[in-house]
Every structure is written in structure tokens, then in C-alpha cells.
């Protein structure tokens, strides 16, 4: 874990009330997709945390939906802005289990994590599928961008305005696939739960207080005893889930 400070480089808005940041600084404690920052925002007593969406040479990539004051200022923020973040947080996902054909399924505010995931796999020569579920047409982001790595993109669109209608679990009925991983919404992770027909890991986007394993506010309960899903998640593996 690495406390830097982080200058907003672009700030532009992708999607229905949603955002994607560039922001240029340290960045060498992120070392495993699926990691998230905590960014401390002036007159908010907790720091927010975002997945990391991208990150190379410098370079950190975030993408969030405006829901509150905080992300809601964030929304606000212009280029030059300078942020405090920490960095390095969670444990990532691992890709060594993801077989050949790995699936990534991410819902509305779960997406980003899947971008820097699928660029790894992708770069290991895995052949990625890629399901990104929304409510509706205007809240679908980075299907381009996740053609151009060359992942198989479908889209599941709650309302049919775009792609399959219907949740995710409708699109992975279609799909081939030899692991899978996840993050969302918990009712989307957990009708995936129940549906998947393999192995997988699963990010959890819980509330979150220090962040950094300290408070305990984040604690749940897996069949390998008590985990903190800021420090010993966010990601879990499907076996060690209590649903
Ligand atoms: C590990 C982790 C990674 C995350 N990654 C992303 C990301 O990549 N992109 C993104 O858009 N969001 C992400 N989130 C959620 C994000 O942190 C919250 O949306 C944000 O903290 C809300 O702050 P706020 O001040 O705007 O809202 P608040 O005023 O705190 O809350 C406003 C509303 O949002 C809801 N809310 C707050 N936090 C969460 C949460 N964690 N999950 C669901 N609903 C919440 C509240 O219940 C309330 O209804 C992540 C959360 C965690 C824990
Ligand atoms: S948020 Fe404090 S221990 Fe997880």
C-alpha cells in the first residue's frame, strides 16, 4: 500500500452519469487487476474506493458512476486537480486458474476492473469473452475498448434497448467457457453464483471504511473463517462463498 499524490489529467463523461478519469503519478503499487484506490476527496471524512481500471507507466485509469456527494464532486473535478490516493489495495484476481477460454462478466460499476483483466489474459493468449450487463442503453460503456484488445464483447441490456434483454445470466447461457470471473452488483454475483457451471472468482464492492484492514467494517463470513474484503478480498473464490 502506497499513499501518492495523483494529478487529473481528463475527466470525461462516458456514459449516463458515469465518468472516466485519467490521472498521471506513482503508480507501482498496482500490481494485479481487480486492486482498487482510495481516494480521499477535501470535506469528506472517509476515503472513496474505485477499482482500478487501467493502469500502465504512470498512468491510472478510473471509471465510477456519480450516486452521492462524493462521487458526485468527483463528477465535478477539472484537469490539474492534484488527489491524495492510496494504492495497492486488495488482492486482485488471479489469473493462473482462468483456463483457455476465460469468461469476465461485469455489471453497471463492475465493469471497470474487467478492462485491465482482459488486457492480461488477452496478453497470455487466453481467448476472452467478455459479457457487460447495464440497465439500459445509455448506461453501456467501453465496448469498443474492449474490442480492441480483442476480447468478444455482448452487451445485456436489462431493458433490450441494446444487445441481449435481460441480466447477464441470459447472455452466459451462450457462451462456452472454462473459469470465470466476476464483479457487480451482489444480486447480479449471485444469480451467477447459482448459474455458473464452473469455478470463478468474485470481486465484492462492499461499503468500505479505513479501506486498509484496520476497522474490521468490511468483515464477512467464508467457509475459511472471517475475511476483510478490503485486505483479504475484494476478490473471493466461488468455493469459499456463503450464499
Ligand atoms: C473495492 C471497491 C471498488 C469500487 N469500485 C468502483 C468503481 O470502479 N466504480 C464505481 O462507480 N464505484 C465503485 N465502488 C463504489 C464506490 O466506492 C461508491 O459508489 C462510492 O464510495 C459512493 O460514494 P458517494 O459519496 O458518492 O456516495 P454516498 O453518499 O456514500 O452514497 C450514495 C448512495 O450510493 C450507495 N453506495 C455507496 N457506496 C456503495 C458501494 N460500495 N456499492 C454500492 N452502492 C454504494 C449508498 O448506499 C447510497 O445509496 C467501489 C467500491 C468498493 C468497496
Ligand atoms: S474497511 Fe476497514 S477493515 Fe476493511
Redesign the pocket.
Same mark, same amino acid.
Given at each position: 500500500m502506497k499513499t501518492g499524490i495523483f494529478e487529473l489529467i481528463s475527466n470525461k463523461k462516458i456514459a449516463k452519469n458515469t465518468y472516466e478519469w485519467v490521472l498521471s503519478g506513482d503508480n507501482s503499487d498496482i500490481t494485479a487487476p481487480g486492486q @482498487?484506490v482510495n481516494i480521499q476527496l477535501d470535506g @469528506?471524512y472517509l476515503r472513496? +474506493? =474505485?477499482?482500478v481500471?487501467d493502469s500502465v507507466s504512470g498512468k491510472l485509469t478510473? =471509471?465510477?458512476?456519480?450516486?452521492?456527494?462524493?462521487? !458526485?464532486k468527483m463528477a465535478s473535478m477539472l484537469p490539474g486537480e492534484k488527489l491524495d490516493i492510496l494504492t495497492g489495495l486488495?488482492n486482485g484476481y488471479s489469473l493462473r486458474e482462468s483456463g483457455d477460454r476465460p469468461l469476465l462478466i461485469g455489471g453497471g460499476?463492475g465493469v +471497470? +476492473?474487467m478492462y485491465m483483466l482482459a488486457k492480461e489474459l488477452i496478453s497470455l493468449g487466453k481467448k476472452v469473452t467478455v459479457i457487460l450487463g447495464f440497465g439500459s442503453k445509455d448506461e453501456v460503456f467501453y465496448k469498443e475498448e474492449f474490442e480492441k484488445i480483442g476480447a468478444s464483447v455482448i452487451v445485456a441490456t436489462a431493458d433490450g434497448t441494446e444487445g441481449v434483454r435481460g441480466f447477464v445470466t441470459d447472455a452466459m447461457k451462450d457462451v462456452e467457457y472454462t473459469y470465470f470471473y466476476t464483479c457487480g452488483p451482489e444480486p447480479m454475483l449471485k444469480a451467477i453464483y447459482k448459474t455458473s457451471t464452473t469455478s470463478g472468482q468474485f470481486s465484492f !464492492? !462492499?461499503?468500505?471504511g479505513c479501506g486498509f484492514g484496520a476497522c474490521m467494517g468490511c468483515s464477512c463470513k467464508t467457509k475459511y473463517g472471517d475475511k476483510r474484503i478490503c485486505k483479504d478480498g +475484494?476478490v473471493l473464490v466461488k468455493e469459499e462463498i456463503i450464499w
Open positions: @482498487f @469528506f472513496r +474506493p =474505485i477499482s481500471c478510473l =471509471i465510477f458512476k456519480a450516486v452521492g456527494a462524493g462521487t !458526485e486488495g460499476a +471497470p +476492473p !464492492e !462492499e461499503r468500505m +475484494p
